[in-house]
């Protein structure tokens, strides 16, 4: 088992303990690198420097995905503050939008007909579901990948061409048989791993089954109503007339990189109802690294569940919306995490998000949030679990995050949350680099 090597993200521990040859970056992170080259982003980290070869119009790199950026961030420490800038829900845009640019348009070589037709936002979201469904890594597809001599357009490796095939193929399954409804996907089969198994393995026969919940959650008999919970949480974090005269806050505390790498960061969060919410994660004793920053105030500039999910995340920092903020709600059967049994609530987003709620049924608070984005090639999760509630003028917080995507996880505890403050609007400003 190797237990020494830099753990950028699960993908690089499964690759080593299986005897694989670890790459100098593994799944997002090879991707990633291909993104800075493409868009000739600054990088004080002289590994990547010579990545930096083309010149491409920075407007561009606004498309980049939120997470991919917060991964990139927090395991390279690449010096760059991103925003998603916005302007307060109802006000019009400062300028036009642009016009979203597909995959197909943006990429070279991009032929298959559902990727093809993706944001760029979304397309690196499928990348990160297909990487993950095999155990993959960029450079498993991609020559040279992780390297100053990548290639993303030429099909010399033979999995490349695998993948388009099998990208069409579960289009073709969905379409024909459930009628287009995404039923399956690249996990259906391989579930991390490069070659699906084809007979059970009778140890896991008689084993103990590994529960996998299914994203969409169907009706549970005998369970509490959507609003008994809703409601319940309400009560639990403060009662809806003090989270009503919640209309800010700033938390401060420091997060930790997956596996512990990245060290001990400063890590803020300013929120302003209905919608605003920015992350900060700075490396104070490491300022090369730069800032992360993640913000949402309600415009959009982002695109496709990118866009969804941040400003889902934004709204649900102000508890007494949350009625509100998702619509359709269903309750299904508990589900349990680390043995405890929780309520679980799902509702629906815009354009197919799907938002997964689990609440302790004794406090009534709000344990963890799954949201799922739509792929071709099956749904984006993001997960955030949120546990050591305090009370913060008769209002409990969660004063502990852990934050998990396909590019990574982190966690952060809080050490103080300061109510109805007065926030720079700057803090949800325009994207900037350094």
């Known amino acids: 088992m190797v237990s ?238 003090r989270l009503a005269g919640l209309t800010s806050f700033v938390a401060t505390g420091a997060s930790l990189g997956y596996g512990g790498f990245g060290g001990d960061a400063e890590f803020t969060i300013f929120a302003k109802a209905p919608n605003q919410r920015t992350t900060v994660i700075t490396f104070k004793d490491h300022p090369e690294r730069g800032d992360s920053v993640w913000a949402f105030d309600g415009r959009y500039e982002l695109v496709g569940e990118e866009l969804d999910g941040a400003r889902l995340e934004a709204q649900m920092a102000f508890p007494g919306q949350i009625k509100q903020v998702l619509s359709n709600w269903r309750v299904g059967l508990r589900r349990a995490i680390s043995g405890r049994d929780y309520n679980v609530v799902q509702g629906t987003g815009s354009r197919g998000l799907l938002a997964t709620l689990y609440f302790d049924p004794e406090s009534g608070l709000l344990r963890r949030m799954v949201r799922y984005g739509p792929s071709p090639v099956g749904r984006v999760p993001t997960q955030i679990d949120y546990t050591d509630y305090r009370d913060v003028g008769g209002i409990k917080f969660p004063f502990e995050y852990q934050f998990s995507w396909l590019d990574g996880r982190y966690t952060a505890k809080l050490k103080e949350i300061k109510m109805n403050v007065a926030i720079d609007p700057a803090k949800f400003g325009r994207p900037v680099s350094k």
């Open 4 to 241: 020494d090597l830099p753990r950028y993200s699960p993908i690089l521990v499964k690759y080593a303990n299986r005897g694989r040859r670890p790459r100098p970056a593994v799944a997002s992170l090879d991707f990633l690198f291909f993104f800075f080259d493409l868009y000739n982003l600054p990088c004080p980290t002289g590994i990547l420097s010579a990545l930096l070869r083309r010149k491409i119009k920075m407007k561009l790199w606004l498309r980049l995905t939120v997470t991919a950026v917060m991964a990139v961030s927090l395991s390279g420490g690449f010096g760059l503050i991103y925003r998603a800038a916005a302007q307060a829900r109802g006000a019009a845009p400062a300028t036009a939008p642009e016009t979203v640019k597909k995959a197909g348009e943006v990429f070279k070589n991009v032929t298959t007909s559902t990727l093809k037709e993706l944001p760029v936002d979304d397309f690196i979201a499928a990348m990160g579901v297909m990487s993950a469904a095999l155990g993959y890594d960029c450079a498993d597809c991609h020559v040279g990948a992780g390297s100053d001599k990548a290639d993303f357009v030429i099909d010399t490796i033979p999995q490349k061409k695998t993948a388009r095939r099998m990208v069409e193929m579960v289009a073709s399954i969905n379409r024909t048989n459930f009628a287009g409804v995404q039923r399956v996907t690249c996990w259906t089969c391989h579930h991390g791993q490069e070659v699906p198994t084809t007979t059970i393995a009778l140890d896991n026969l008689y084993a103990t089954p590994i529960m996998e919940d299914a994203d969409v959650v169907l009706p549970g008999v005998g369970q509490a109503s959507a609003d008994e919970i809703l409601d319940k949480y309400i009560q639990a974090v403060g009662g809806s007339q």
